[in-house]
Structure formats: C-alpha cells, structure tokens
C-alpha cells in the first residue's frame, strides 16, 4: 500500500517559522492535503495543492510540493501559540485517502 | 449546519460485546469513511463508501462491519471488542474521494 511519512514532532519559539516536512509514495495522487487537530478534537482541513502546482500560499501557510523527490511541506510564518497541533499531510490513493503519522507542533515563548 | 456528527462521543465495553459507531453527515456527501487514531500510527482507513449501497475495505477492516442504506449514514459495526479496538475513531465525508474531507469529533473507545 501507500505509505506517508511525517517526521513525528517539532519545537520552534512563538514568532519563528515552522516548516512541516511529508514525503508520500503514489506520484498519481491529484491533490496533496494538510489537516491540522487540535486536542481532543476531529481534523479540520487546513490547505492542500493540486499535483501540478509547485506552491501555494494562504496567508501564514505556504505549501510547496517537490513531485520528483515526492516531497511535500508546509510552512507557517509568525508561528504562535495556536498553532500548536498535530498536523497530518494526506493523499489520494485511489478512492483512499491514506494519512501520514502526524507532526506534533508545539510552539513555546 | 451539523457537518459530520459522531455518537457516542466515549463509549467503553468488555471484551467481546458488540457496539454500534454512529456517524451522519447532512452535506448530501457521496464518500464516506472511517478511521481509527492511534499513537504515533497517524489515522488509519477502517471502511470507506463511494455512495449508498457500495462499501469496500480500508487498510484495517478485521473486526469491524459497516453498511451504507442511505447517503446521509455510515454506521460502524464492532462485532465482537477486543482491547487492540481501544482508539479513537473519526468518520469522515466529502463530496467525493478526491476531495478534502470534513472529519466529526471522534468517538473514544475503550475496550477492557
């Protein structure tokens, strides 16, 4: 099957940026996603790229996509203290859509 | 709007007792699934369904039933709870398989 991977935790101080690196197996996936869940609660959709584009920015996120090495990262800008997270990357295999292992953000002052 | 609701939110059962995950959405949303979350294992695909009346299996489908009657529910079948079931699940829908999809609360399950 498909897999995913994340690296499993990141520290970055209030105020810096946070990179969040995925690099995922299946080159047909259309689209890539970033789901962000904060404790206790469901994943919410954050952003995502289509497979032909090489990067895409909303506001603080920027998502650059690398489909020769399969890599895929998010960058948040000014992180701060609601950012902390765990951030899962996604993509379509198929009708599926496989998740990595999750990124746990946690921002400090 | 409701979005993608889960019940219950924490259930926990003996071993070998069957339950029922409930999951609806009201988005009219074709594709639905659900997960379960562990630690340090990301979320992993149980069952998914790409419309009523079709359901096929996930990465991890031993022990867990699903069927779809109508568009709007997905319920989840444990037929018989062991202590591996202890997790947190999320049901998850969106207009189709290649779209971003919208997550409910999750159900937190203890089997003891």
Known sequence: GEDVEQSLFLSVREGDSSVINCTYTDSSSTYLYWYKQEPGAGLQLLTYIFSNMDMK????????????????????????????????????????????????????? | NAG??????????????????????????????????????????????????????????????????????????????APSQTSVYFCASSYSSGQGAFFGQGTRLTVV
């Open chain 1, 57 to 109: 920015q909303d506001q603080r996120l920027t998502v650059l996509l690398n489909k020769k090495d399969k890599h895929l990262s998010l960058r948040i800008a000014d992180t701060q203290t609601g950012d902390s997270a765990i951030y899962f990357c996604a993509e379509i295999d198929t009708d599926k859509l496989i998740f990595g292992t999750g990124t746990r953000l946690q921002v400090f002052p």
């Open chain 2, 4 to 81: 993608v609701t889960q019940t219950p939110k924490f259930q926990v059962l003996k071993t070998g007792q069957s339950m029922t995950l409930q999951c609806a959405q009201d988005m009219n949303h074709e594709y639905m699934s659900w997960y379960r979350q562990d630690p340090g294992m990301g979320l992993r695909l149980i069952h998914y369904s790409v419309g009523a009346g079709i359901t096929d299996q996930g990465e991890v489908p031993n022990g867990y039933n699903v069927s779809r009657s109508t568009t709007e529910d997905f319920p989840l079948r444990l037929l018989s709870a």
